[in-house]
């Protein structure tokens, strides 16, 4: 609670609470270290450390794709918060506004909104600001009615669902448009999250076209929408000029310099005048900060990232943290003046430790650290035994980068219980065959026992 700095009452020293703002990355990592290093004072009651996120868990984004792939079981691309978080108090919720001078957050739970007490005030001594970021749509036409994100598990295993499903309904009908528009799958946004869930889905499509009688690989069309002139640039010019020779050497259509401006009635309409029919319209095109930052009256740079110090502190304020896509913190190891770190897992990872250990010295009265970390480079897959790295300067392709890909990914995905279930499962995946099943009817639960009760849902009831 509110630590008291008039006069010490007698008794146990008061308790200081920390908020830590967001389950991902930054907001489980901190939580992770602050847990570890405040072990005896969160045991005597001296600090409390309190997660507010709206899921139970963590997401490891990077295994996103390989869990559209069917690769990966979406539970495990997951880390449970509880249960790595055991001396922490988790609120399943979401800040709806932070008041720094008063030291409080605003937040709404699953109860709030049920026994309709709006939100629940809750103070803290400490924040940690780590909402990350969300993505960055456009005023296209359509986008909003058709698109699909990919930021979430739901998002992805949602998408694989989608895409079979659209494989089923190509071969069950005789109307070549429909068919033709089921087959056509158009994502937009070459960064790794569109590049990865486009050659991961199109790799898992490929294999299950084997199973149908009357769809080939080939009936399948993927078309990839860049608006600039390169895609990953994560991996520098040159292996990004091979992820599209790779791409386009599978059939993919890769079109740079090209921009969606439309897709209203499920046809996507790209500025090189093309239109496609389609079903299928993955939104990847980058992100921007989550939509709370506006509300916490801190200052906010001109893309809506938290103006940071070095220390990882909110500038001009004290005892503001933040880190991660939240956060726009100075880059020491550029030599371009003002530059900031990359919005990416990398640095949110590294961010996190600093920031956690500068609580502890402002805890202590110790002098704080400064973020310092020179990215290493990035690796990506394009799919089963393909993909791109360049690290550490080294620059790689194909299976190599692939392996070095998956061992990357694996020795820093969280806890070790999830590093055995993941290596598992691709050791599994080795040896039987894919998945090659939707299984959309999970989003509808209820719909079968609806039916069978007499009651019949409507076209807009999803069966809750
Ligand atoms: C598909 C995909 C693949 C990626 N691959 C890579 C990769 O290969 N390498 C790499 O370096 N980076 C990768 N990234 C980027 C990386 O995942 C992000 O940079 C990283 O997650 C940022 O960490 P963060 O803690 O800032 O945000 P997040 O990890 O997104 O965590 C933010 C958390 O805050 C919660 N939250 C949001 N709003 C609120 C609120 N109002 N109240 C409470 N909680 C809130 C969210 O639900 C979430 O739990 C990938 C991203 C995606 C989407």
Redesign the pocket.
Known sequence: MASDSGGTPPGPPPSVRILV???????MYTALRLQRKLKQRLRSGEAEIVV????PY??Y??F??EAAAGSISPRHVVVPLRRVLPHCTIVL????RIDHTKRTAT?TTLATGEDGTGAIEIPYDEIVI?????SRTLPVPGLAAHGFG??TIEE?IGLRNHVIEQMDIASATRDLAIRDAALTFVFVGGG??GV??LAELEDMARYTARYYHNIKAEDLKWILVEATGRILP?VGEAMGKYAVRELRGRNIDVRLDTRLESCEDRVAVLSDGARFPTRTLVW?AG?KP???LAATGLPLNERGRLICTASLTVEGTEHAWA?????AVPDLTSDEPGRETA??????VRQ?KVLAENIVAAMNGEPLKEYRHSYAG???SLGLHKGVAHVYGRRLKGYPAWLIHRMY?LSRVPTFNRKARVLAEWTLAGLFKREIVSLGSLEHPRAEFELAAGRHPGPDDDGR
């Open positions: 703002v967001g389950g991902g990355y930054v907001g507010v996120t709206p899921d963590m997401t984004q990077p996103l794709p919720g979401e800040a709806q937040v780590a909402p990350g970021s969300v990919f930021k992805a790794y999250a990865e869930a994560e990847t992100v989550a939509p709370l880190a991660g896509d939240a956060a919005p990416n897992a990398q640095h949110a996190a990035s690796v990506a990914h």
